[in-house]
């Protein structure tokens, strides 16, 4: 489809394409000392319907911009019909924005993915979920000079801009959060202890010899804890299942913690190592020698960051005492760890800028947030 002179977007289809759309990251973030470039393998399983369970229960198409046949833009639109069944509110979504400065090119490519939902009988576009709100969500608008950590994106601060050129309004923010482990404010150490002294509660390490049943546990409690929250969108059994074979090679039993109350379970935690502290200097490849690298890496903790990816706590414990003093009981384990580790940061992402009690730990613990991601929307 060519929309001007010189530009023209069109639907990924051939090998050909997808090379062009794996690569566009590198060509426009090549002279960002932030920006982590992706495992192109890692890449490559993202948006392939037999390697992301993602595409059991949806589907995306792919839409590349050329002007004067060189690739300048990307974008995903995408039906999650887990969403549609949990929202009905007749709302796609779109994924993977990537730009050069480039303001035709970014409406184009808009506007091509709300042609694509709009076909589909969608009446609302929104985003960036990559390819789902489970996955890589929102888009950095706050935090570029840092760069990111495990499992989230780092756009380029033009993105924002041309998103809102193309007619897409906030929707809403979510926090990234960073706290030095060697440095933790006494008070919340204080409301810890509140949960230590009661014989209510037990807090205990993942049984790696029980990992899958593990995973699930932590599903169960993370499903009903986000029920509520903005956009929520339950984890399937088939992300569940992708999530467990894709983190068993780096985690470890202290990496996730399940605290019960009175013998059940009702909270949990999950930390992720940051591989993006290794696998910065791979430029998105493995082979030849790189796959060596991160193994050794992952082997002898090499990480020197941390993101806490997971976090929740059983609806049923919001609004006892007992809620804030788990939380900041989790939070004290996460800053052990940190200190056992010597590492030299610990994110917690992401948070709903609408939910004030993690907002307000989130805070006392590392102060303001260090990035800002903001999902857009707009009619279509």
């Not at 969500?137 to 760069?147: H, K």
């Not at 810890?192 to 390490?205: E, G």
Request: with cysteine; net charge positive.
């Amino acid at each position: 489809m060519s929309t001007a002179e010189g530009l023209e977007v069109r639907q990924v289809t051939s090998r050909r394409d997808r090379h062009d759309w794996l690569m566009l990251p590198f060509a426009v973030h090549g002279d960002d000392p932030a920006w982590v470039p992706p495992l192109l393998l890692a890449e490559r399983q993202r948006i392939s319907p037999r390697h992301n369970p993602f595409f059991t229960f949806g589907e995306a198409a792919l839409f590349l911009a050329y002007r004067a046949g060189r690739p300048v833009g990307r974008i995903s639109a995408q039906v999650n019909r887990r969403h549609l069944a949990q929202h009905d509110d007749a709302t796609g979504q779109f994924g993977f924005f990537e730009c050069h400065h480039d303001a035709e090119a970014a409406s184009a490519l808009v506007a091509a993915a709300a042609r694509w939902l709009a076909d589909r009988g969608l009446k609302r576009m929104q985003g960036p979920f990559s390819l789902s709100i489970n996955e890589d969500v929102g888009l950095l608008v706050s935090g570029f000079e840092s760069p990111p950590a495990i499992l989230t994106s780092h756009p380029r601060p033009w993105y924002g801009p041309l998103l809102e050129q193309a007619g897409l309004a906030k929707a809403m923010d979510l926090y990234a959060y960073r706290m030095d482990p060697r440095s933790v404010p006494t008070r919340a150490h204080r409301l810890a202890d509140l949960a230590t002294q009661s014989s209510r509660v037990k807090v205990r390490s993942f049984d790696m010899k029980r990992y899958p049943s593990e995973v699930t546990l932590v599903f169960e409690i993370y499903n009903d804890a986000w029920s509520e929250n903005w956009g929520f969108v339950p984890f399937s059994d088939a992300e569940i299942a992708a999530l467990t074979r894709e983190t068993r090679l780096f985690m470890r039993s202290e990496f996730g913690r399940i605290v019960e109350i009175d013998g059940k379970p009702a909270a949990m935690m999950v930390i992720l190592p940051d591989l993006n502290t290794i696998i910065r200097r791979f430029r998105g490849r493995l082979l030849p020698f790189n796959w060596m690298r991160l193994l050794h890496g992952i082997r002898f903790d090499r990480c020197t960051a941390a993101r806490i990816a997971l976090l929740g706590l059983a609806k049923e414990h919001r609004t006892s005492p007992l809620g804030p003093a788990v939380l900041s009981l989790l939070a004290r384990e996460t800053v052990a760890l940190g200190q056992r580790y010597q590492l030299d940061w610990l994110e917690f992402s992401w948070v709903l800028e609408t939910n004030r009690p993690m907002v307000a730990l989130a805070e006392l613990a590392a102060g303001p947030p260090c990035k800002v991601y903001r999902v857009y929307q707009k009619p279509i």
